[in-house]
């Protein structure tokens, strides 16, 4: 399926933080945080530990919706009923 490439302009469109499904962008990313602690830790404000940098922005996790119990609750309540099962090989 096309969507589930990355490289598919459908996914991208889908998916904002499509960039970071690439686990090399996020090792770059953790590489740009550590050597602004190591330039930062040489200046005098690294020294006496003020200022610190801050880290590469990342994409925010998406909020999920918390578990609906009345609407469960009501889809549970409802009557059920016997579903006709067709052989395949008989007909």
Known sequence: MVVAQPESWTHRAIQPEWAWEDKRLQVLADLWDVAALLLWARTKDGQRGRNRPAPYPRPQ????????????????????????????LTE
Do not use: C, H, M, S
């Open 61 to 88: 996790p998406k909020q999920t919706r918390g578990l609906d119990f009345a609407a469960v609750d009501e889809a549970l309540a409802r009557p059920r009923v016997a579903v006709e099962q067709k052989n395949p």
